[in-house]
């Protein structure tokens, strides 16, 4: 069984407000490994992707506008990055059917944590920098 993801003070991109964002979208995934504990796979995937879809879409056009906003460099790269998880969960939310949860579960937490630990936090020191000049 993969394990729930916990939330630490370590995947904080500095901002409160998409600190939030993060927190709500493994939210969403912490309920879809609930519901395998429970297990209900087949039943379980289609709330955890409509979940994710609102909060996937509102998160990223955010943390875009964010970033822009701090001039953060890496903008257009991490566009691309945010695209392709846009195409993938609209995609996944189609077919809900065809996936199974444990699947979803493995690609889910995999993908977010290393979006959140390897890219979100190449902004973070942008951030940072623009805190303490005010
Ligand atoms: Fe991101
Ligand atoms: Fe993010």
């Not at 927190?23 to 409509?50: S, T, Y």
């Not at 195409?87 to 979006?115: P, S, V, Y």
Request: glycine share 4%; hydrophobic share 40%.
């Amino acid at each position: 069984m993969i394990p729930s993801i916990a939330w630490n003070d370590y995947y904080s991109v500095g901002e409160p407000s998409l600190d939030a964002e993060h927190k709500q979208i493994i939210f969403c995934i912490n309920d879809l490994f609930a519901a395998l504990q429970e297990g209900a796979p087949a039943q379980a995937v289609r709330p955890v992707l409509d979940c994710l879809v609102q909060y996937t879409l509102t998160h990223f056009q955010h943390e875009e506008e964010v970033m822009q906003a701090y001039d953060f460099p890496g903008l257009a790269e991490h566009k691309k990055l945010h695209d392709q998880m846009r195409e993938k969960t609209r995609t996944l939310h189609e077919r809900a059917e065809a996936i199974t949860g444990q699947d979803l579960l493995f690609f889910l937490k995999q993908w977010w944590l290393e979006h959140i630990q390897g890219e979100d936090k190449k902004y973070a020191p942008y951030l940072k920098v623009s805190h303490s000049r005010r």
